[in-house]
T-cell receptor, first 113, second 111 residues
Framework: NAGVTQTPKFRILKIGQSMTLQCTQDMNHNYMYWYRQDPGMGLKLIYYSVGAGITDKGEVPNGYNVSRSTTEDFPLRLELAAPSQTSVYFC????????????FGDGTRLSIL | QKEVEQNSGPLSVPEGAIASLNCTYSDRGSQSFFWYRQYSGKSPELIMFIYSNGDKEDGRFTAQLNKASQYVSLLIRDSQPSDSATYLCAVKHFGNEKLTFGTGTRLTIIP
């Protein structure tokens, strides 16, 4: 049972480069989320989606873009990487219900140099 | 004002004792409350959730919710060294698909 799968696990980018962080889930969850976590800090919501074709900004969306063409996939795009985007990125998903928790992927550790 | 507040710790507890982790929240419309455990370098994993006032027990873990005081806590009985981790409190608001996370409490169990 794969759950939420994120790729890659680690990546080093140069300033100004672009990349896409992949996230896929096999639990048929409606909702998907992207968070970033800086050292010693909590999780900050970047973008989220309540279903295919629907996305919305979270707390820290600047410098990122997302798309949700299928229920399973929710990629996060960094267009012009900046050192401030060095962080650990987590993708999560959940059912639509107040009692339902979010299930997290293993994370992508991204360094911008 | 932070929406979800936790004492960042570190909280040190002797092995076998009870660890008590606390969380307060500001939005009275909050309806569901989650505790996640996060080991260093790993992703958050769900420990418990609670949405009714009172206590909810699961093995060595007990979640307590007091909506009038806007307070939720996690008790860990018979603490083990493997319980050493950061514990994140998360709150889901009524009619909102998002979770708001606290910054976490770092717990260390001393053998």
């Amino acid at each position: 049972n794969a759950g939420v799968t994120q790729t890659p696990k680690f990546r080093i980018l140069k300033i100004g480069q672009s990349m896409t962080l992949q996230c896929t889930q096999d639990m048929n969850h409606n909702y998907m989320y992207w968070y970033r976590q800086d050292p010693g800090m909590g999780l900050k919501l970047i973008y989220y989606s309540v279903g295919a074709g629907i996305t919305d900004k979270g707390e820290v969306p600047n410098g990122y873009n997302v798309s949700r063409s299928t229920t399973e996939d929710f990629p996060l795009r960094l267009e012009l990487a900046a050192p401030s985007q060095t962080s650990v990125y987590f993708c999560a998903s959940s059912y639509r219900d107040r009692q339902e928790p979010q299930h997290f992927g293993d994370g992508t550790r991204l360094s911008i140099l | 004002q932070k929406e979800v507040e936790q004492n960042s710790g570190p909280l040190s507890v002797p092995e076998g004792a009870i660890a008590s982790l606390n969380c307060t929240y500001s939005d009275r419309g909050s309806q569901s409350f989650f505790w996640y455990r996060q080991y260093s370098g790993k992703s958050p994993e769900l420990i418990m959730f609670i949405y009714s006032n009172g206590d909810k027990e699961d093995g060595r873990f007990t979640a307590q919710l007091n909506k009038a005081s806007q307070y939720v806590s996690l008790l860990i009985r018979d603490s083990q060294p493997s319980d050493s981790a950061t514990y994140l409190c998360a709150v889901k608001h009524f009619g909102n698909e998002k979770l708001t996370f606290g910054t976490g409490t770092r717990l260390t169990i001393i053998p």
